[in-house]
């Protein structure tokens, strides 16, 4: 058995975040009672690659603890199914090292000697792993993962209190007694969990943790607003109530200057029933383009853009004068932030 540490506060020191340590054993005798008293239960596992024959591959694995024989065997994928009971003969004393049975096997060496499967291991070992974190973490909720056939961490756990800190744990090889049980083939791990952000509650309930498909049940995933004023007074809305249009033409100080439509908006947002504040914003295009950088892919353009508006000046007829003059200082700021030289 081995143990380490890693200190992970110093890869992204944050002052908030007293404590982030990652902790390790390795080589832990795995526990498989039934098994050993009993003997492993031997099945057929490997794969078929949807991209034709060649990618297929069998060998043994326990069908209990997914402990497999040393070497695991190289068997028929004619022959064998996955999932189907292991009947077979083994062969305890294989002579040769993996890599020489490798690239017999690979040369269509057809001594079954060399196919089969070795002995069981006397002492299966696995790791187990933990993340401890104490104030500031990025996650609120909490979940567990199985693994598949694949996975590195065959088990997984989290618990993330925001503000206070977070705790995720995993397993190597232990508890794969559970991944045979529950998810015994594809390399899809899966996850049950609950996550608290945006104010709503997002779950997964033994959806695949990598991949959404369309013919997932709709049960799998879910979110639900959690905020009471989202009840009490209705969702979020952010509408434009007023639009405006003028033409205008931009003076640029070093003495240039553009014609751009303008259009402005005046934008309620708040909750349904709720207290609503009100803005003004300043949409304007110029066709032809504001040349504020010098860059070779990008082009020296700008084709418009976006800006906010104090209401004073929305509200005032003077609008569009105002609207020319922001979007002159935009552009000025622009040349300076570019480091722009005009063309000469
Ligand atoms: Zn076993």
């Not at 751009?260 to 803005?279: C, D, I, S």
């Amino acid at each position: 058995m081995y143990r380490h540490t890693v200190d992970y506060s110093q890869d992204r020191p944050d002052r908030r975040v007293l404590l982030n340590r990652g902790f390790f054993l390795g080589d832990l005798p795995r526990l498989v009672p039934l098994c050993r008293a009993r003997g492993h239960k031997p099945v057929v596992d490997g794969y078929d690659s949807q991209y034709g024959d060649r990618e297929r591959s069998r060998w043994v694995i326990c069908d209990r603890c997914g402990v497999r024989p040393e070497p695991q065997g190289h068997l028929d994928a004619d022959l064998w199914n996955i999932g189907q009971p292991y009947t077979g003969p083994f062969n305890p004393s294989q002579p040769t090292s993996p890599t020489v049975r490798r690239q017999l096997v690979a040369r269509g060496f057809f001594d079954e000697g060399i196919r089969l499967p070795g002995s069981w291991p006397n002492r299966p070992t696995g790791g187990l792993g933990a993340q401890l974190i104490i104030g500031r973490s990025r996650t609120v909720g909490a979940g567990v993962k199985v693994g598949n056939a694949g996975s590195e961490q065959t088990l997984a756990a989290h618990l993330g209190l925001g503000p206070l800190g977070a705790l995720f744990l995993h397993t190597e090889r232990h508890g794969t007694v559970l991944q045979r049980r529950l998810n015994p083939t594809g390399y899809d791990s899966r996850i049950v969990d609950a996550a608290f952000h945006h104010g709503k509650v997002w779950w997964s309930l033994w959806a695949r943790r990598d991949e959404h498909r369309s013919t997932d049940p709709i049960w799998q995933r879910g979110s639900a607003n959690i905020n009471p004023a989202h009840y009490l007074l209705g969702e979020r809305i952010a509408e434009v109530l007023e639009e405006t249009k003028a033409d205008g033409t931009v003076y640029l100080p070093d003495g240039t200057s553009y014609p751009v439509t303008l259009r402005l908006e005046k934008w309620q947002r708040g909750r349904r029933r709720g207290r609503k504040f009100t803005n003004w914003s300043l949409v304007w295009d110029c066709p032809g383009g504001i040349p504020v950088r010098n860059h070779s892919w990008k082009g020296d353009n700008t084709l418009g853009g976006s800006l906010p508006i104090q209401s004073d000046a929305a509200d005032s007829p003077q609008w569009a004068a105002v609207a020319c003059a922001l979007i002159a200082a935009s552009c000025a700021d622009d040349r300076a932030r570019y480091g722009y030289q005009p063309a000469v």
